[in-house]
């Protein structure tokens, strides 16, 4: 008790706080989103995120030189096809924009970066919706095949991780087997398993061209209000084979990664999504707060709350604060 004990005591110079910090930020945590749009000839910048860009097939492995330089260790993937259908059939195609970004960047750079991928019909389908749909009901079972072979087809570009994020029911044991009776057993799946219907992803729909066109996502991705149905969530991930477990969004879900994390001790990952990045974006650039500072304070919230992986926008500008800290 005060004054034998002294809380400020650890306060008071900055190597004494470094040292007793519990949380730490590094260059190794984060995952950087990138989106490859076949449509386009150079690159163009996202409207609704400053500072994020949609790249051409081969001006990839350009942008993500300066990822290994600086630390990051992996990409997480995002297709914008040349062509659209209801069934999302180019999401299947071998020579399609992500198989070849894949086989580009695994051309390049051999082992020094870890390749995800979004396997996720959405950014592929003329409706927008992550799945297979009859009338107005996106259906679950029909859909299981093609984000299977979609995943089969990231594998055998040499994807080292796919990372399914339509939340349909029996996703993970659907790429499991298919990815197993085809000899990729090595291959990870990171599953979007705690995946929220959340407003924070307006952006990004901007960013992938995959608005849909009727309805929203909330007949197959989790209510806002809801936490013990996520561990259910993540409990059948697992059972079904995943080996990464995800949380998405992040900053309102910081509860469930915290509880996520301790009740499984899974590598347990968590997504900064559009909607975090752009409204820290939109409010410095009116000089309202610290962009760095605030981002740095976001992401270290989120070790904090046991995350082990952070997959966001603002992993390069992370990565270079904290070089500076250093
Ligand atoms: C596709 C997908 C979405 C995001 C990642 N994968 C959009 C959605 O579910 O509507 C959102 C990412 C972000 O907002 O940064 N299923």
Redesign the pocket.
Known sequence: MFPITRMRRTRASPLIRDMIREAVLSPRDLIY?IFVDETITRKREIGSMPGQFRLPPDGVVNEIDELCDLGIPAVLLFGIPETKDAAGTSALDEEGVIQRTIEAIRDALGDRLVIIT?V?L?EYTTHGH?GIVEGEKILNDPTLEKIAGMALSHARAGADIVAP??MMDGMVSSIRGILDENGYQDTLIMSYAAKYASS??A???DAAD?SYTFGD?SSY?MDPGNADEAIREVELDILEGADIVMVKPALSYLDLVYRIRSTFGMPTAV?S???EYSMVKAAAMQGWIDETKVMYEMHLSMKRAGADMIITYAAKDIARYLEELR
Request: contains cysteine; hydrophobic residues 15%; aromatic residues 22%.
């Open positions: 989103p979004d996720c959405c992550c994020s339509g924070f992803y952006p990004f729909r995959s996502r991705q997504y999504v559009s909607g």
